[in-house]
């Protein structure tokens, strides 16, 4: 299963809030990772979420409905620094180990 | 230490080359990948080692070509590529060996490829 769909790009101003969607199809699903990538740099892991409901890190909150198939990261209290891209991915449990990415989406934050 | 380390960062290279992109991790991981990253695109895996051995191999072109000689080092051989391989070409590692659903992949800051 892939299809892993997140809009392309987004733009919130600093100290607001903004949500990034991720939708999946559900078939085999086994967890989903939300990676933040600046330009240039790696891609560095953000958060987990395996089973439904909000998981809560700091600024950063990822959510998950298995059932709908969709995700959230939500960042609060947004700073310059968050301007970057964020990858979602999933795992599928005929995967193993392996993951399928999004297109990810580009947040730009203004001041 | 940082956890996972590419060489080099940028490489040009023309269509009759060869070269070899080099990808070493310092976080005892026993599973090492292989991604490329185009503009607007999702990441592609092209290859998995786990234990040293290949597990994957994505249907990518056979001049790309991936060593891993233990554990720590993946290598990707570059030879006769075409302007469509201009990539960032990115390595990961996670724990392997069957770590289950949460095992998480951590990314070296990959190399910009471009081809002439």
């Known amino acids: 299963g892939q299809n892993i769909d997140q809009p392309t790009e987004m733009t919130a101003t600093e100290g607001a809030i903004v949500q990034i969607n991720c939708t999946y199809q559900?078939?085999?699903?086994?967890?989903l990772f939300w990676y933040q990538q600046h330009a240039g740099e790696a891609p560095t892991f953000l958060s987990y979420?395996?089973?439904?409901g909000l998981e809560e890190k700091g600024r950063f909150s990822s959510f998950l409905s298995r059932s709908k198939g969709y995700s959230y990261l939500l960042l609060k209290e947004l700073q310059m620094k968050d301007s970057a891209s964020y990858l979602c991915a999933v795992r599928y449990q005929e995967d193993d180990y392996k993951l399928s990415f999004g297109a990810g989406t580009t947040v730009t934050v203004r001041a | 230490e940082t956890g996972v380390t590419q060489t080099p960062r940028h490489l040009v290279m023309g269509m009759t080359n060869k070269k070899s992109l080099k990808c070493e991790q310092h976080?005892?991981?026993?599973?090492m990948y292989w991604y490329k990253q185009s503009a607007k695109k999702p990441l592609e895996l092209m290859f998995v080692y786990n234990f040293k051995e290949q597990t994957e191999n994505n249907s990518v072109p056979s001049r790309f070509s991936p060593e891993c000689p233990n554990s720590s080092h993946l290598f990707l051989h570059l030879h006769t590529l075409q302007p469509e391989d201009s990539a960032l070409y990115l390595c990961?590692?996670?724990?392997?060996?069957?770590?289950?659903?949460?095992?998480?992949?951590?990314f070296g800051p990959g190399t910009r490829l471009l081809v002439l």
């Open positions: 559900t078939s085999g699903f086994n967890g």
């Open positions: 979420n395996v089973l439904d």
């Open positions: 990961a590692s996670s724990q392997g060996g069957g770590g289950g659903a949460k095992e998480t992949q951590y």
């Open positions: 976080l005892g991981h026993n599973a």
